[in-house]
């Protein structure tokens, strides 16, 4: 048996378990991390903040533009210098409650 006939055994083998649906080590178990639900995101323009809460306008072209008014908390993480007039992107989550909780902002740099 020459090497190429060794190699093409090899090869079907690996291809046989690969397809086979056998874990390649059994004896690893695999944890189940529960999936958070995802952030929805947007972006704009800080109009206000006051008391925890963001207000962004958001311009989209062909719509009106709306403002948008976020929960701040204590495990929103802000990235950047967070001020009015701000271009900023803002990861969220939509609360039981109906509100727009802020999980995540990043604050956008100006064109220099």
């Given amino acids: 048996m020459n090497i190429r006939h060794l190699l093409r055994a090899v090869y079907s083998l690996a291809l046989l378990l690969t397809l086979s649906g056998l874990p390649a080590q059994p004896w690893v178990q695999e944890e189940s991390v529960p999936a958070e639900a995802p952030f929805e995101f947007v ?49 969220f989550k939509t609360a039981d409650t109906g509100d727009l909780v802020a999980v995540r902002i990043i604050v956008r740099q100006g064109r220099k």
């Fill in 43 to 91: 972006s704009g323009t800080v109009v206000e903040m006051s008391g925890g809460k963001l207000v962004v306008n958001r311009a989209v072209p062909g719509k009106p533009a709306e403002n948008l008014t976020f929960i701040m908390n204590g495990e929103t993480k802000v990235e950047g210098n967070l001020r009015v007039q701000a271009r900023v992107t803002v990861g």
